[in-house]
């Protein structure tokens, strides 16, 4: 048997590729919805992908189901809860797929959604059986799958907790202490609150350490898991959604997306509605970059911030280092933003001899700021970071404005002060100013290194 784990670091999501060499037949389950790296693996180890699963219907990207099915033929495997406008097997506990003398065993553990299965990989070769089971968004390392994203559809986050409970509680926790446990997401997912940087463990160690896991009641736990929940980004209904519908292919999208825009092209779109997406980083995008423009570096969480920030539904103008425009519209692919019109060709050189359309933003250091806020009349200083990060340590003057919520808060602030905004480390703090400049903020500056700069300054 091969059980191969593929981690997604920009959306912290795994996915896995089981087969049976013997027999030549393999499954994938969660894919993301580039696949050609399943199809690679597969074939090198001369087997063919029959089969994949949807452990839910994933709300923080669109999966690879379908161009799994155009691509091998696979046939579609969902909990026994799904509906879809696909074909699909729909799978309730105890039922299976044998690979050889691999068995995959689904196990109906609803609560983060209520379609999510885990499934069991039994082989007759390893010691422990199951050997592993992948728990999708139910049971992750350290941490369980939120209750509470499928409120837009129906189900409250109480009801879901406590199937979620039932799902923990009277099932996985049952396995085998030695079982491995491969989850869907790992930390940095918004699945969940406090998920860990390990991405394997076993029922043992998560019975022993996981806070959901411990003996509790069944209103405690709803209590537990539905508290202090990060904001969920905008686009996690609609792809959850998405993925229960038939829809094109990421290689379709791409084939209609990935064409070059003169200027003149460029400026049109965006003087109809379209939204300039730009890539580059962000010391390189405070430099220089079109007017009306936001930065979304490639180099960060990319596909969360452009999911969040971004509309879905309107045109998306890229600008990106030349040669990675691809790169730039595969990552938006992935989370289903398939509007994009195209791409600046020649990237910021093609801006070379129109000095009007380029803005700046001011990049300010630590000391200057110390300075600034000392003086008379000192910038209002906003903090884009998650409120539980402000919490925990903050500069003492900042307001904070969360990143995710600013676009409804950008009333609350002055127009007539300079913004000065930070974050962490600087990723956020661009995204924000200029999501401000957009705004009309005359006067938006950005802090060089975040709050680590700022502890450091002395």
Same mark, same amino acid.
């Given at each position: 048997?091969?059980?191969?784990?593929?981690?997604?670091?920009?959306?912290?999501?795994?996915?896995?590729?089981?087969?049976?060499?013997?027999?030549?037949?393999?499954?994938?389950?969660?894919?993301?919805?580039?696949?050609?790296?399943?199809?690679?693996?597969?074939?090198? *180890?001369?087997?063919?992908?029959?089969?994949?699963?949807?452990?839910?219907?994933?709300?923080?990207?669109?999966?690879?189901?379908?161009?799994?099915?155009?691509?091998?033929?696979?046939?579609?495997?969902?909990? #026994?809860?799904?509906? #879809? %406008?696909?074909?699909?097997?729909?799978?309730?506990?105890?039922?299976?797929?044998?690979?050889?003398?691999?068995?995959?065993?689904?196990? %109906?553990?609803?609560?983060?959604? @209520?379609?999510?299965?885990?499934?069991?990989?039994?082989?007759?070769?390893?010691?422990?059986?199951?050997?592993?089971?992948?728990?999708?968004?139910?049971?992750?390392?350290?941490?369980?799958?939120?209750?509470?994203?499928?409120?837009?559809?129906?189900?409250? #986050?109480? $009801?879901?907790?406590?199937? +979620?409970?039932?799902?923990?509680?009277?099932?996985?926790?049952?396995?085998?202490?030695?079982?491995?446990?491969? @989850?869907?997401?790992?930390?940095?997912?918004?699945?969940?609150?406090?998920?860990? &940087?390990?991405?394997?463990?076993?029922?043992?160690?998560?019975?022993?350490? !996981?806070?959901? +896991?411990?003996?509790?009641?069944?209103?405690?736990?709803?209590?537990?898991? &539905?508290?202090?929940?990060?904001?969920?980004?905008?686009?996690?209904?609609?792809?959850?959604?998405? !993925?229960?519908?038939?829809?094109?292919?990421?290689?379709?999208?791409?084939?209609?997306?990935?064409?070059?825009?003169?200027?003149?092209?460029?400026?049109?779109?965006?003087?109809?509605?379209?939204?300039?997406?730009?890539?580059?980083?962000?010391?390189?995008?405070?430099?220089?970059?079109?007017?009306?423009?936001?930065?979304?570096?490639?180099?960060?969480?990319?596909?969360?911030?452009?999911?969040?920030?971004?509309?879905? $539904?309107?045109?998306?103008?890229?600008?990106? $280092?030349?040669?990675?425009?691809?790169?730039?519209?595969?990552?938006?692919?992935?989370?289903?933003?398939? &509007?994009?019109?195209?791409?600046? #060709?020649?990237?910021?050189?093609?801006?070379?001899? !129109? @000095?009007?359309?380029?803005?700046?933003?001011?990049?300010?250091?630590?000391?200057?700021?110390?300075?600034?806020?000392?003086?008379?009349?000192? @910038?209002?200083?906003?903090?884009?970071?998650?409120?539980? %990060?402000?919490?925990?340590?903050?500069?003492?003057?900042?307001?904070?404005?969360?990143?995710?919520? +600013?676009? $409804?808060? *950008?009333?609350?602030?002055?127009?007539?002060?300079?913004?000065?905004?930070?974050?962490?480390?600087?990723?956020?703090?661009?995204?924000?100013?200029?999501?401000?400049?957009?705004?009309?903020?005359?006067?938006?500056?950005?802090?060089?290194?975040?709050?680590?700069?700022?502890?450091?300054? +002395?």
């Amino acid at each position: 048997m091969v059980l191969k784990q593929y981690y997604l670091g920009c959306l912290a999501h795994a996915s896995y590729l089981i087969a049976d060499e013997a027999s030549g037949t393999a499954a994938v389950v969660d894919p993301q919805r580039d696949v050609e790296q399943y199809l690679d693996d597969a074939a090198r *180890l001369g087997c063919r992908i029959g089969h994949v699963f949807l452990t839910h219907f994933h709300a923080d990207f669109v999966a690879g189901h379908l161009e799994l099915r155009e691509r091998e033929g696979a046939a579609i495997h969902l909990g #026994a809860r799904a509906r #879809a %406008e696909y074909t699909f097997t729909a799978m309730a506990d105890g039922d299976s797929v044998q690979l050889g003398e691999v068995r995959l065993i689904v196990l %109906e553990t609803p609560g983060h959604s @209520p379609e999510s299965i885990s499934i069991l990989v039994s082989d007759p070769g390893e010691p422990v059986d199951p050997y592993a089971v992948l728990s999708g968004d139910t049971l992750f390392i350290g941490d369980v799958g939120r209750p509470d994203l499928r409120g837009a559809l129906g189900w409250s #986050a109480e $009801e879901l907790g406590g199937m +979620l409970y039932d799902s923990l509680h009277r099932k996985l926790a049952h396995l085998p202490d030695d079982t491995l446990v491969y @989850p869907a997401h790992g930390a940095g997912s918004l699945c969940g609150k406090k998920l860990s &940087t390990d991405t394997v463990s076993t029922i043992g160690i998560q019975r022993a350490y !996981n806070y959901a +896991l411990a003996p509790m009641t069944r209103e405690r736990f709803i209590e537990t898991i &539905t508290a202090d929940l990060p904001d969920a980004p905008a686009y996690f209904t609609y792809d959850a959604v998405l !993925n229960a519908r038939e829809r094109p292919t990421l290689e379709q999208a791409l084939e209609r997306e990935l064409r070059p825009l003169t200027l003149d092209q460029t400026l049109e779109l965006h003087e109809n509605g379209a939204q300039v997406l730009d890539t580059r980083d962000a010391a390189k995008f405070e430099a220089a970059h079109l007017k009306g423009s936001i930065n979304v570096g490639l180099g960060g969480s990319y596909a969360t911030w452009c999911g969040t920030l971004l509309d879905p $539904e309107k045109p998306i103008v890229l600008i990106a $280092e030349p040669g990675r425009e691809v790169e730039a519209a595969t990552r938006l692919g992935r989370i289903a933003f398939d &509007t994009v019109a195209g791409y600046l #060709a020649g990237g910021m050189e093609s801006l070379s001899d !129109n @000095p009007n359309l380029v803005d700046r933003i001011e990049r300010i250091t630590a000391a200057s700021l110390a300075e600034q806020l000392s003086s008379p009349a000192p @910038p209002l200083l906003v903090d884009v970071r998650a409120p539980g %990060e402000w919490e925990q340590e903050r500069i003492d003057v900042a307001v904070n404005v969360p990143l995710s919520r +600013l676009p $409804e808060r *950008l009333d609350s602030l002055p127009r007539d002060r300079q913004i000065v905004v930070h974050c962490a480390s600087g990723y956020r703090s661009a995204i924000a100013a200029g999501l401000l400049e957009r705004a009309g903020f005359a006067d938006v500056a950005d802090l060089v290194g975040g709050l680590g700069a700022w502890a450091s300054r +002395l």
